[in-house]
């Protein structure tokens, strides 16, 4: 008999809008008090300043309302866990828009502050269940934000890497989230049951072809912490370097995944 199909995993659609909202609200205070030289410090993010990737970030948080402004397409045609393998391709239309966005927005404070206004408007207005035309293809609104929850943790992370002492708190439901559709995704890339992925308190996933495991302790996993496994699934820290920094726990053949990251870039 074949293996139960993995039932997809769902997000409360109203405690999602409150994370997007919350990360918003800590990235915003954060910027309010960054000087013109912390925002011309260089990032982990190629050329992009701290500017830059502040303005990204309001972009990222804006894509809901370029969305909700096109028409709704007739029917979903992927799922939320599809999203992340959608990014790369749009990599280069991305820094070209996050330069402009910058440009045009020279005071951060206020572009954030009419981000957050706008954004709780259209969340007032629209359902739930109203699909978006998106990157990766037409989603309900709820799972969209979804990925907004994962674009604002990946980038508060990148925050703080960027500006020593800046300590940017994450919402604990959006890195929830975003650790969740990151650790589904390995298991979509590499389906199967013989290495459990384990980022506690957040997620667990199977994945890897090869021996199902049933019970008892499983003979290959790998474990680790909710903001290394953001960074390695993105692409900010190589499997080798996480391993080699203790910031990974891999046993067992088959708990070597560094092949199949990073998800998204």
Not at 50 to 69: S, W
């Amino acid at each position: 008999m074949p293996p139960a199909k993995k039932r997809a995993r769902s997000y409360d659609p109203a405690r999602t809008r409150t994370a997007v909202l919350a990360q918003l609200a800590h990235v915003h205070q954060a910027v309010r008090g960054l000087t013109p030289e912390q925002l011309a410090l260089p990032t982990r993010l190629g050329e992009w300043t701290v500017r830059d990737l502040v303005a990204h970030i309001g972009m990222a948080v804006t894509a809901v309302h370029r969305a909700l402004d096109r028409p709704a397409p007739p029917r979903q045609d992927v799922t939320v866990v599809q999203w992340p393998f959608a990014t790369a391709a749009n990599a280069p239309a991305i820094a070209d828009f996050t330069r402009n966005v910058a440009a045009d927005h020279p005071d951060l404070d206020a572009y954030l502050a009419d981000v957050d206004s706008s954004l709780r408007a259209l969340l007032d207005q629209h359902p739930g269940g109203r699909l978006l035309e998106t990157n990766a293809g037409a989603l309900p609104l709820d799972d969209y934000l979804v990925t907004r929850a994962v674009e604002l943790a990946v980038h508060t992370d990148d925050l703080n890497a960027a500006v020593p002492g800046l300590e940017v708190p994450h919402d604990r439901q959006a890195l929830a989230a975003a650790t969740r559709l990151l650790a589904d995704a390995l298991a979509v890339k590499a389906p199967g049951g013989s290495t459990e992925v384990r980022v506690p308190p957040y997620a667990v996933v199977q994945c890897v072809e090869g021996p199902r495991h049933t019970r008892g302790t499983p003979p290959n996993v790998v474990e680790t912490d909710p903001l290394t496994w953001l960074r390695l699934a993105t692409g900010r820290v190589s499997w080798q370097d996480a391993v080699a920094g203790a910031k990974v726990a891999a046993s067992g053949e088959r708990a070597d995944i560094g092949g199949l990251l990073p998800l998204m870039a």
